[in-house]
């Protein structure tokens, strides 16, 4: 059980889609604990029924050791009212049955402690599930955080092609001059002005970065 929930909490990497410039990524641990943490929930045995158990153990111990106490007087008044030569013959038979008794005996108590001492420690261990689940969503902000850095790398290195395509435009006086990307984008076939740019950074690149900059705090 233990070795089952260190796996589960140990960190895994793996590497992003193919083609993608994807660096490695951490998978979810947390998603994967609490999922474990679940199907353990439902596999062991409902905390009801151990406290119940518990709770007959304890009764019949009390129980046990009235009978044992009732038998121990009903032995000594079968000794004391029992010819002797029918106590000889009765009295291995008495040996026997008290040296069963007292193995018996030694194996419940020992089953029943060690019940026990594992039920004390259950109750006591406080329910993982909120801080799992407090860890998953923290991961799957930074895992969005993760992919508005590479959206927002992306859209800097085309704001940048932009800048550079104007730049060669102004110095060489070019009237006419279309981008590729800016075509794809569906902008008109014109000159790329300074207004273009700002106007893409407005529309593409600004939320892209001011989500970033909220998901980081």
């Avoid at 794809?184 to 970065?209: H, M």
Wanted: hydrophobic letters at 30%; aromatic letters at 6%; a neutral charge.
């Amino acid at each position: 059980m233990l070795r089952s929930f260190s796996a589960a909490m140990s960190l895994e990497w793996t590497h992003g889609p193919r083609g993608t410039n994807r660096p490695l990524q951490l998978s979810n641990p947390a998603s994967h604990c609490l999922t474990w943490y679940h199907q353990l929930d439902k596999i062991a045995t409902d905390e009801r029924e151990l406290d119940t158990t518990a709770t007959e153990l304890a009764n019949r111990q009390d129980e046990s050791e009235g009978s044992r106490k009732r038998l121990v007087e009903q032995s000594r008044e079968f000794k004391k009212n029992t010819p002797e030569d029918i106590r000889k013959i009765v009295a291995p038979l008495l040996k026997s049955f008290q040296v069963e008794i007292d193995s018996l005996s030694k194996r419940s108590k020992a089953a029943e402690a060690s019940f026990l001492s594992v039920y004390k420690k259950l109750i006591d261990i406080p329910d993982p599930s909120p801080a799992l689940e407090h860890a998953q969503t923290i991961q799957k902000r930074a895992q969005k955080v993760q992919d508005l850095e590479i959206e927002n790398k992306q859209l800097r290195e085309t704001l940048d092609e932009y800048n550079h395509e104007f730049a060669e435009v102004k110095n060489q006086g070019e009237s006419q001059k279309t981008p590729d990307t800016l075509t794809a984008l569906g902008w008109s076939k014109r000159v790329v002005t300074r207004e273009d740019i700002d106007t893409y950074k407005a529309v593409y690149l600004s939320p892209s970065q001011k989500l970033l900059d909220i998901l980081r705090h």
